[in-house]
């Protein structure tokens, strides 16, 4: 697993060199990310989230949370870093902002940009919100998930139950105010 990670860091480290030597760098916009968590259950245990808990597939913030680096030259800074919760809805009205591209108005986005992050500026404060309805091979269950601030509630579809955490207290999830 290490050196799958290593291998594609170095991927994007040739990605981004070329798009530097072919002059293509200053109107290029890099986005990398991943859908989730490395894998801490199952048959490979082969990462760690911690503090967080969780990883792969399950919906507490080692599942959930992840890196997204953001490459716009003339917009973001270089060693720049950004603590402000986003979701890959954000990904589409984000590059739109960029591109300088207007959408249809019968085009419904669900995200919002985050241009103004990648300004070093703030975002107004909003709910995030994460589905997940079928149970996964790395221990997911059925849940849907809302964070707002500190706070992150989970709802399990298949029996009910819901955890509730807050987050600026407890990264780790292990104390259920619910």
């Not at 290490?2 to 030597?21: F, Q, Y």
């Not at 979701?87 to 241009?115: E, R």
């Not at 994460?130 to 298949?158: A, M, T, V």
């Amino acid at each position: 697993y290490a050196g799958l990670i290593d291998e594609m860091d170095n991927a994007v480290g040739r990605v981004l060199k070329r798009l530097d030597e072919l002059g293509l760098a200053t109107n290029s916009i890099v986005v990398f990310t991943s859908d989730n968590g490395g894998v801490v259950s199952g048959d490979s245990y082969s990462s760690s989230q911690y503090p967080y808990r969780g990883g792969k597939g399950r919906q507490w913030e080692g599942g959930i949370r992840v890196p997204v680096y953001v490459r716009a030259p003339g917009i973001t800074q270089p060693g720049s870093t950004c603590a402000t919760p986003v979701s890959g809805i954000d990904f589409f009205p984000t590059l739109l902002q960029l591109a300088a591209v207007t959408n249809s108005p019968k085009q419904i986005i669900d995200g919002i940009s985050v241009v103004p992050l990648l300004h070093g500026g703030n975002l107004p404060p909003r709910p995030l919100f994460w589905h997940y309805p079928h149970y996964g091979n790395q221990g997911g269950e059925p849940s849907s998930i809302i964070r707002e601030g500190d706070w992150k509630l989970i709802h399990y579809w298949e029996d009910g139950h819901n955890e509730l955490y807050n987050l600026a207290a407890d990264i780790g999830e292990q104390h259920d105010l619910a």
